[in-house]
Structure formats: structure tokens, C-alpha cells
């Protein structure tokens, strides 16, 4: 059994913006416990999460990684996360093996892109919240601006549990605000503690009426209630308990562990879900003997041990060397050792309970997102990658080593793809961004020893049709001997999104649907109402491999089609030299020819951005929006001397972003995207986009 009942387990995110030294707290606060007996450094290239090269050499996180230590009585599970936007997945699917997210704030910085995205990230996954003020030593800090800017952007229930003793390079450690103090002991504090006493004292009560009442009669809490009450404080969303620390100096560090001790919450808080095989709801309990529900949150693929998924327990007691249940496996998994991580290093355990969070090796079957047990927990919500850049190796004859590294990077990353463009036979992988494209040609350089050349960004266009056609195509060949026969006709539609598609071909007037095929991620709709067999029915499936064969190389420039119905109504066949190979080519050939006719369009993607910059930028930041065919949406402040920028713009013109932002901003800009939707392609720009690609085909031919 384990040694930590659930009640004394906390499991904690530390998540934020880069460089806030989310690292270096997590590092401090396993020296601190014992958990490790050496100093830990990100500087010096010794920090116990920031175990891999590629981190070592750039002297920040790229991957989430779990570490534990003991304070108190109670295990803490701690993961720390990379705080650039460009590996926001890894946060997000750290969300999801915790209870609790501690967001820490650089002091001097102040509330950036990705400490905005953290936030809101952990109040959709229903967690707890910490917010840690880090670098309370570093210069120029105007202390109550940086409350009063979190306050004014998180909410009123963000409440100082401790205030800073000192300033800049003379902080040197912090007063608690529960316990009213002498002013002896805060006569270099930066607000006085005393003023917040009531306050959060009241935020904390608020969640129990009875407690409330006896409270304002006179009698307040006692400390054993005030314990129980900040946690479901902390859990209802109504207290943001925040903590000043230097993660340099160590001031402020011991009351920041006490702190974690007090507020992150025991995985039996929050109330979690799961669906059964009926589709059903079914509230999940963190009972060590309720039936097993458990879920793979993140995969990682070690040199040595090959692939690694990290597991967190929500139901139940998983045991080593045992056959489970995984949704949408057929047969039962074998699980062989469980394995606590400490950053790198692994420890065998017996078994985890609820709360748990344990890695197994080498199970090809579990993947990210992957359900243990009968249950199936909700889908992990990743960013959907939108830079592209088509690859190819170095070397002759590294295309099979190359497609496996790929593989392995794809099962690690869950905001990496990889594609083979039907047309253009080229390997295309797509991420977050540049820097994220960067760092896995280097991972592929180090560990998989496959050099990559790359060639310019490939955008997801798509193409559509905006208005109703029909048409025809005869596919008729004779050779000598048997023929080729098959004619299809067909009518074609714009097919909107996310709309019934019953309501709809009822409302578009087509004929009783005798066979439908529907596809939810092209969002394509074809309907078979062929009578009298004019297409014998064997041929079907040929026709429809004709329309998915022409879905996929595109019709005007080669790109995916997509929000398109096709109702084959009619055809004609030969008994003798009718094929499917046939069949197929005339539907295809009947797509192009009806999609050429019914005003087909370009689609690109757009995206949302968040630029924060100082004020002073703001105007030349809307300019540059407006120069890439962008609307601003909103500003927001951003604290300080900081303004965010809310825009939406096409991806394609924001693929090189940072490189101008960081010529507009003096290197003082951040920004973060995120998919939005399809939007039509101006005339303009949709001919250049065809005219590159016929010239691109001519090439090639």
C-alpha cells in the first residue's frame, strides 16, 4: 500500500511565462525538502528538471517533468512545465495529472502572454489556484502596481497570503497576512499585512455560512477550520492565494512550501467525470477501492528506456504487472513496472492510488489521452500545430530513419504532426511555431542522429465551392480487348459548418438519402441516391474512393477540400468493361470538373493572437496588424507599462512573426497564437496562391 493516504497527497502544475524561474523554484523546493542533496542549477546546466540537451543548451524548459518530494506529512507531485508559448501542450497536459496550478510571475516582468494563457488554461481544467511572485530580489519592482494589475485582470478573489519584507536587492524574506502581527515585525514590509488580515480572512470563511455567522457575532474560526476552509476556498475559485519568494536567494522559500502545504488541494477536491460505454456521465471518486480510472497524460521517449507514459490515477489502485482495460483497445494491456519519477530517475513502486502519478515503460498500446479502466475520461484539449515546413533528410537512404524519429516525436508531442502531401511526395510536419520546429530538428540531430534540410512554411490551405453545381464525367478507354466504362453524374453543394447535416439535406431539398457518408474532419457529405441500379451497387465504394482520392490532392491549387456535399444521383455501366477502377476515375474526374463550376474558393486558416507590448508600441503593432490583412479585436492591459494586443490574421502572415516583433519591440514584445477558423481567400491573394502552385506542378513535371 502506499505510504500517503489521498488526503496527504498535493499535485501541483508550476506553470507561467519563460524565464519567470518556475525551474529554479521547483529545483530550490527539492533541496529545500531533502528530496535531493545537491545544489541544482539551470545557470550552470545542473537543474533536475532541465535533464535533457537540447534544455541544458538553451538554458530553459522544453518539456514538462515530474518530480516529488515530502513536507509535512503530505507528498507533493510537482511538474514543472516550459513557460514559452511555443510548448504551451506541455502545460496543458500537465493540467490534467493535477489538482492544483501555481502561476508563477516574474516580480520585475510582471503578467505576460503566457501567464494570462496559463491562467485561464487551469481555470478550464477546474483547477485550484497559486499565484507565486518570483524575483522579489531583482530591481524596479513597484509592488502594489503588480497587485493591483493582477487584481485587476484575475479577479478580487487573488489575495496576498504573505507580503514582501524589503525591496529589490534587499528582500530578504516575508510577513504572513492570516495571523495579524506586531508591527515589530513588519516595519520593512512593502504593504502592511495587517490591512489584508480581514480580507482574506473573509474570503477564506465565505465558503461556510455557519462559520461566516459565528465569525461576524465575534467568534472567529479556528485554525483547524481556517485549514479545511482555504482549501475549499481554493477549490470554489473564490481565493487566489498568492506568495512572494525569491527562488535566487531562497527568501520567502520555506514559507512558500508551508504555503503549498496549506492551499493546493488533495486530489478528492475536485469533482471529476468520466463516460461509460453507454455514453453516460459517471461521477468519478478518489476511492483507492472504487473501480480503476486512470489516464496517460503525457508520453516522453527516453534514449534508454525507451517510451515512457506518465500516468495519473483518479480511481482505484493500479498494480504493477497487471492486465487492464483501455478504452478503444480491444484486448487487455499488460502493465508491467511502475515507475515514480524523479525528473530523469526512476524508482519502482508496487501500486498507485487515487492521486497517484506513475510512469510505464514500453506499452505500444498507451498513448497521450489514452483512458485506463471501463471508463473513458474526457479527450486532453491540445492547441491544433499550424507551421508547417516540409522536411527531407541529409543523407541518402535516412528516409526510413527519418520517418520513425518522426513517429517517436509525434507520440511524445501532441502539438506535432507529420504528412505525407499526397501531391508533392513531400514529408510535412507542422508545430507551434518556428522555435518549436527548431527544437525538434535539433532533438532529431541529437538523439535520433538524422539531419533534416527544410523548405519554406507550408500553410494549411483548403478549398471549398460557394455555390451549387452539376455535372457529369464519361470515363470511356478502349485499348484493345476489355475497356474502361463508367459514368457518374453528380450535384455538388457548399456544405456549412457545424450544422446537422440531416436538418440540413432536408432543408437543401435533396432526395430521400438512401445512403450517406458522412466525414466530420473534412466536414464532407456525400449522398448515394442512384435508383435502378444505373451504378450497380459494387461499384460504390469505388466512386466514393474517388471522391476521397480527389478531397485529398485538391482540385484548383492541390489542397485539401473541405465543407462540400456530392450527391451521386445517376451513372450508366457497361457489363462487360465497367471496373472500379473506372468508376473510380469518372467520380473523380466528375468532382473536378463540377467543383471548377461551382465557384470554388481558397480557404486559409486564421489565427488568434495576443501581442503584449509596451504602450509605447501599441500603435505601431496595430499598423503592422493592419499591413497583414489582421483586425484587432481588443486591448487589454497587461499590467505596468504593458498593453495586450487581441487580433485575428491569416497564418500566413504571421509564420515569421518574431522576428518582427522583436525589431518593433526592441526584443521587449511577446506573443502567442492559437487556431480560430477557415476564412475565404481575397481574389488577389488566392491567384497568387494557384499561380504558385501550377508553377510549382510545371517544375515537377
Known amino acids: ?85 511555443d510548448f504551451i501542450g506541455q502545460a496543458i497536459g500537465a493540467m490534467r495529472g493535477v489538482d492544483t496550478a501555481a502561476i508563477v510571475i516574474s516580480a520585475q516582468a510582471g503578467i505576460e502572454v503566457n501567464t494570462r494563457r496559463v491562467f485561464n488554461e487551469a481555470k478550464k481544467a477546474g483547477l485550484g489556484k497559486m499565484i507565486v511572485l518570483n524575483k522579489m530580489d531583482a530591481d524596479n519592482i513597484d509592488f502594489p502596481a503588480l497587485i493591483d494589475s493582477i487584481r485587476e485582470l484575475f479577479g478580487p478573489a487573488c489575495v496576498l497570503l504573505n507580503v514582501p519584507l524589503g525591496h529589490g536587492a534587499n528582500f530578504h524574506g516575508v510577513a504572513g497576512t492570516l495571523i495579524p502581527k506586531p508591527p515589530a515585525e513588519t516595519t520593512d514590509a512593502l504593504i502592511d499585512p495587517n490591512e489584508i488580515s480581514q480580507s482574506l480572512l473573509e474570503s477564506i470563511i465565505e465558503v461556510d455560512e455557519a462559520v461566516m455567522e459565528r465569525y461576524f457575532e465575534g467568534a472567529p474560526p479556528t485554525d483547524e477550520e481556517v485549514a479545511q476552509l482555504i482549501v475549499k476556498a481554493v477549490a470554489q475559485g473564490t481565493l487566489v492565494p498568492m506568495v512572494c519568494v525569491s527562488g535566487k536567494t531562497g527568501a520567502g522559500l520555506p514559507e512558500l512550501i508551508d504555503a503549498l502545504s496549506l492551499c493546493a488541494l488533495p486530489p478528492s477536491t475536485i469533482p471529476r467525470t468520466a463516460k461509460n460505454s453507454a455514453g453516460e456521465q459517471v461521477e468519478v471518486k478518489a476511492d483507492p477501492a472504487g473501480p480503476l480510472v486512470a489516464q496517460v497524460f503525457k508520453t516522453r521517449i527516453d534514449p534508454f528506456v525507451q517510451k515512457l507514459n506518465f500516468i495519473r490515477v483518479f480511481s482505484g489502485t493500479l498494480k504493477k504487472d497487471s492486465n487492464l482495460s483501455v478504452v478503444g483497445v480491444r484486448k487487455p494491456v499488460k502493465i508491467g513496472a511502475l515507475l515514480q519519477m524523479q525528473a530523469a530517475e526512476t524508482e519502482p513502486v508496487d501500486e498507485a492510488g487515487p ?135 453528380i450535384r455538388m453543394f457548399p456544405l456549412p459548418k457545424n450544422v446537422n447535416v440531416e436538418e440540413w439535406a432536408t432543408k437543401s431539398r435533396l432526395p430521400s438519402m438512401k445512403n450517406t457518408h458522412y466525414d466530420e474532419e473534412n466536414n464532407f457529405l456525400w449522398v448515394d441516391s442512384v435508383v435502378g441500379g444505373t451504378i450497380p451497387s459494387n461499384f460504390m465504394p469505388a466512386v466514393e474512393k474517388g471522391f476521397r482520392d480527389r478531397l485529398e490532392r485538391g482540385v484548383i491549387a492541390g489542397y485539401k477540400v473541405q465543407d462540400v456535399c456530392v450527391e451521386v444521383h445517376f451513372g450508366k455501366h457497361h457489363p462487360v468493361d465497367s471496373s472500379e477502377q473506372a468508376f473510380k476515375t469518372a467520380a473523380s474526374m466528375a468532382f473536378r470538373n463540377v467543383f471548377q463550376q461551382a465557384k470554388p474558393a481558397m480557404l486559409e486558416p486564421i489565427v488568434r493572437i495576443e501581442v503584449t507590448v509596451p504602450t509605447a508600441n501599441v500603435g505601431d503593432i496595430n499598423s503592422d496588424m493592419s499591413g497583414r490583412r489582421g483586425r484587432v479585436l481588443s486591448m487589454d492591459s497587461a499590467g505596468g507599462d504593458l498593453q495586450t494586443v487581441i487580433a485575428e490574421v491569416p497564418l500566413a502572415e504571421v509564420t515569421t512573426y518574431a522576428r518582427s516583433l522583436s525589431s518593433i519591440t526592441g526584443g521587449r514584445g511577446s506573443y502567442s497564437i492559437e487556431y480560430s477558423h477557415y476564412d475565404i481567400v481575397p481574389g488577389n491573394v488566392q491567384q497568387e496562391i494557384i499561380a504558385k502552385a501550377q508553377m510549382k506542378e510545371e517544375e515537377e513535371e
Open 1 to 85: 500500500m502506499s505510504k500517503h493516504s489521498v488526503d496527504q497527497i498535493r499535485n501541483i502544475v508550476f506553470c507561467g511565462h519563460g524565464s519567470a524561474g518556475k525551474t529554479t523554484l521547483v529545483d530550490r523546493i527539492l533541496t529545500s525538502t531533502g528530496a535531493i542533496n545537491r545544489n541544482a542549477s539551470v545557470d550552470d546546466g545542473t537543474s533536475v528538471c532541465d535533464f535533457d540537451e537540447e534544455e541544458k543548451q538553451h538554458k530553459y524548459s522544453i518539456e514538462s517533468s515530474v518530480v516529488h518530494c515530502e513536507h509535512d506529512g503530505k507528498q507533493f507531485q510537482m511538474i514543472d512545465t516550459p513557460g514559452y508559448p
Open 355 to 489: 492521486g497517484a502519478i506513475v510512469a510505464v515503460a514500453k506499452v505500444e498500446n498507451l498513448h497521450t489521452g489514452s483512458s485506463l479502466g471501463e471508463l473513458s475520461m474526457p479527450p486532453i484539449p491540445f492547441p491544433a500545430p499550424m507551421v508547417g515546413l516540409a522536411v527531407s533528410p541529409k543523407s541518402r537512404g535516412d528516409e526510413g530513419k527519418l520517418s520513425g524519429a518522426l513517429q517517436k516525436i509525434c507520440e511524445e508531442d501532441s502539438t506535432f504532426r507529420r504528412e505525407l502531401d499526397v501531391q508533392t511526395k513531400e514529408m510535412v510536419v507542422t508545430g507551434m511555431s518556428e522555435l518549436h520546429l527548431q527544437i525538434i530538428r535539433e532533438r532529431l540531430k541529437r538523439r535520433d542522429k538524422v539531419e533534416v534540410e527544410t523548405r519554406e512554411p507550408k500553410i494549411p490551405y483548403r478549398e471549398t465551392v460557394q455555390a451549387n453545381a452539376d455535372g457529369m464525367y464519361r470515363h470511356k478507354k478502349q485499348t484493345g480487348g476489355r475497356g474502361q466504362f463508367g459514368e457518374v453524374h
